[in-house]
């Protein structure tokens, strides 16, 4: 069992848990993730390391409420404990020997791409953070992202921010500005990855992105994750989660992503009426 | 005077209309009296074959000879001398090419059904025993033994038994390896497969779940913990594909990943439970073996109306067990021999919507001495189907391999062993089971993990 030691809703859909898991807080380095299940009946859902605490031995996790199992992960509260949580999975991110790095985080992969700047930003690189969002009230981590990096740039969708655009275009703006990156890394959801995929190719800068599949053991057991880069399957579980922007297929990784849509829509509809929710109102 | 009838006595099971639309075990066991009447069958010969033929060596004749007698209870303190999942291997063992195809009776006639008596003993305790293993005397000798299927459970058994601290590490959030995500519930009930589990605890083994070794742990950190020495049955967990266009179309599986949901997740159960399995109205099982049986009859029981088996050889060749074709068979699934497949074919939005095959006959054999299958020119056809279960095999997961310097494996990743011992190229490591062979039997895998253990002590004491 595993103790939620710290609770703290970042926005209406986001939270971040820190996790006493002292094994794994040990080992894990950004790139990595975990696989939580909270009960008997649970699926086994795969979060990516946010953060880690040697010393405290805590991992620390931040995920959107999505679907059954981040909703009621997020009903539970500081000194419950989760039913499993292992890892750390996956390779961890290469970061060394890089100069200049833009990191990108949109959304929710604003959490995953944190760890990976404030490495970057430790390990001596130029780091300039773009962030999107697509309102004001979305926005997290920024004072944390502002301390891993030497520049940061939030922008919204709305523009609620005072800064509106879409990450890409930021990234086009100060490439243009002459900003010479020999790396970028793009976290988030697919298309934005792709979008930022597509600016960085005519360019030729080298970019990261993290996949995030359907996976069940985590350890390329069962081939959920596979996806096709550079005209091979990969296992995103062992293979990634990081990969070759340039070499992704991400229609295909779209199309799978929508695997169990009509499941995972039923599992939450019983969930939320289980809650006494007004989906048949 | 021994019972001289040329038959098994019938084991009775679920009807095959019945047994294809639930996840209930499909064959019931023995009663008292039938266990008696087939335990009357054996010879009780001089030469005993039947025990050479058994991996870990049960001592079958006295066993069955307690059966005959009415003492149950004993029959089992005798098979638990050697192995410690009798329930298990009772049902998962393919005694008719071992045990059983050494047993006199066989030679006019059926032979003993060690099998089913090894099970009936097995399940009578469950019902009806005292629970007496008790933690031996420790010797303060620490041992870690990493993955909890049929060879580490084994081997921390025996290690356990005779009185080493141990320590069973489980990548999974249960313990139990193939008997838990890969076996389904109707062929090995999983409280079972708990409750056997439990003997193994009751030992001192201690089980640590939701440890990924190689991960969260390397074989150095183990053995800088204070580990004398290492055993990794970590298992065939890694699936092959085909390689052929279309394989990363929505509905196309692995059979690991298609059993896992099914059996570790209950995906059978959803919405009950959280984890979803997609199976359409026809489903095609690619591959000849046990997995490929098991994938097809757990799809068919939720609710595919087709289930088609595609094997590029014939009948024959099937790696499966007789036994579990025919309830195959039985149940319904459709058998598409000497055909392989070509592609996977998809809708516009990257479903699975048919599978494109080739016709086969067999030719000259090849290096196995099977008749190798050759291509018939222009029999390519397209099957309707809209789920594709990929059974053609798994190999040993690389995750420990690639973080243990030191540890030589063969080219397909294989860890390589001594075959006696199972001592690997790095001292004070062991290796058996799927990890060393490639994906082999639940009973193979046991014989390694009592080798090793027994290599294990002579190394420490």
Redesign the interface.
């Known amino acids: 069992m595993f103790k939620i030691v710290k609770k703290e809703v970042l926005n209406p859909t986001v939270v971040l848990m820190d996790i006493e898991a002292p094994h794994i807080a040990r080992k894990a380095e950004p790139g990595q993730f975990i696989i939580l299940r909270i009960s008997e009946t649970g699926e086994r859902i795969p979060l990516t390391v946010a953060d880690y605490d040697r010393d405290k031995g805590t991992v620390t996790i931040i995920y959107q409420l999505v679907g059954k199992t981040t909703n009621a992960l997020a009903e539970m509260n500081e000194g419950d404990y989760l039913l499993d949580f292992v890892g750390p999975l996956g390779t961890a991110s290469h970061l060394e020997g890089y100069k200049k790095v833009a990191v990108i985080g949109g959304g929710l992969g604003t959490a995953i791409a944190y760890p990976q700047a404030k490495k970057l930003h430790a390990l001596g690189a130029e780091v300039h953070v773009i962030n999107g969002f697509r309102n004001k009230d979305l926005i997290i981590l920024e004072k944390e992202m502002e301390k891993a990096s030497d520049k940061l740039i939030v922008a919204t969708d709305d523009g609620s921010n005072g800064n509106k655009g879409f990450v890409t275009n930021v990234l086009k703006q100060l490439i243009d500005e002459g900003n010479k990156y020999d790396l970028v890394i793009a976290i988030g959801p697919l298309v934005m990855m792709r979008a930022v995929s597509n600016l960085t190719k005519e360019y030729g800068i080298k970019t990261l992105v993290s996949m995030n599949p359907v996976m069940i053991d985590g350890t390329g057991m069962c081939g959920g994750c596979r996806l096709t880069v550079g005209g091979k399957t990969k296992f995103a579980c062992v293979d990634g989660p990081d990969f070759d922007a340039h070499e992704v297929d991400f229609d295909e990784a779209m199309r799978r992503q929508g695997m169990y849509k009509k499941q995972e829509k039923e599992s939450v509809d019983i969930h939320v009426c289980k809650l006494g929710g007004v989906t048949n109102a | 005077m021994p019972n001289m009838a040329l038959n098994k006595v019938k084991m009775p099971e679920q009807e095959p209309d019945i047994r294809n639309k639930n996840f209930k075990e499909v064959t019931l066991g023995y009663e008292d009296a039938m266990a008696i009447e087939e335990a009357q069958r054996c010879l009780n010969c001089k030469t005993k074959p039947c025990i050479a033929g058994c991996p870990v060596n049960v001592k079958i004749p006295e066993f069955i000879q307690l059966v005959a007698d009415g003492k149950f209870e004993e029959a089992y303190y005798k098979i638990k001398e050697t192995n410690s999942l009798p329930a298990v291997c009772g049902r998962v063992c393919p005694q008719e090419t071992q045990c059983e195809q050494l047993c006199v009776r066989g030679k006019k006639g059926e032979p003993v059904a060690i099998g089913r008596l090894e099970r009936f003993v097995a399940d009578w305790y469950m019902k009806n025993g005292k629970n007496t293993e008790t933690k031996p005397k420790s010797n303060g000798i620490k041992v870690a033994v990493v993955g909890s299927g049929p060879s580490g459970l084994t081997c921390a058994g025996d290690l356990a038994k005779l009185g080493y601290e141990v320590t069973l590490f489980e990548?999974?959030?249960v313990p139990g390896g193939v008997l838990m995500y890969g076996i389904p519930e109707f062929r090995l009930p999983k409280a079972l497969v708990q409750k056997e589990i439990q003997t193994v605890k009751a030992l001192g083994v201690d089980i640590q779940?939701?440890?990924?070794i190689g991960?969260?742990?390397t074989i150095e950190d183990l053995k800088n913990e204070g580990y004398k020495a290492v055993f990794i049955g970590s298992g065939a967990?890694?699936?092959s594909?085909m390689?052929i266009p279309g394989?990363?179309?929505?509905?196309v599986?692995?059979a690991?990943?298609f059993l896992?949901?099914i059996n570790?997740?209950?995906a059978y159960?959803?919405?009950?439970?959280?984890?979803?399995v997609?199976v359409g109205k026809s489903v095609a099982v690619v591959g000849g073996g046990n997995v490929a049986m098991d994938a097809a009859r757990s799809a068919k029981r939720l609710g595919a109306e087709n289930v088609y088996i595609i094997y590029r050889r014939s009948e024959t060749e099937l790696p499966a067990r007789i036994e579990e074709v025919h309830h195959a068979k039985e149940e319904g699934i459709i058998l598409k021999l000497l055909t392989n497949p070509k592609q996977i074919l998809g809708t516009e939005?990257?479903w699975v919507k048919g599978i494109e095959c080739v016709s086969m006959e067999l030719g000259e054999p090849d290096k196995s001495g099977r008749r190798r299958p050759v291509e018939k020119k222009g029999s390519e056809h397209i099957i309707d189907i809209e789920t594709v279960i990929m059974s053609i095999g798994q190999s040993p997961?690389?995750?420990i391999a690639a973080t243990t310097p030191g540890l030589d494996v063969q080219s397909w990743g294989g860890i390589i062993v001594e075959e006696e011992t199972g001592a690997t190229s790095k001292s004070g490591v062991y290796a058996g089971g799927d990890a060393v062979t490639g994906a082999a039997t639940v009973i193979l895998a046991m014989g390694a993990g009592k080798k090793a253990a027994e290599a294990i002590d002579k190394l420490l004491s």
């Open positions: 990548a999974f959030h779940t939701n440890m990924v991960k969260v742990l967990g890694l699936p594909f390689s394989e990363n179309l929505n509905g599986y692995s690991n990943e896992t949901r570790l997740m209950s159960k959803f919405p009950d439970t959280d984890t979803p997609f939005a990257g997961n690389p995750l």
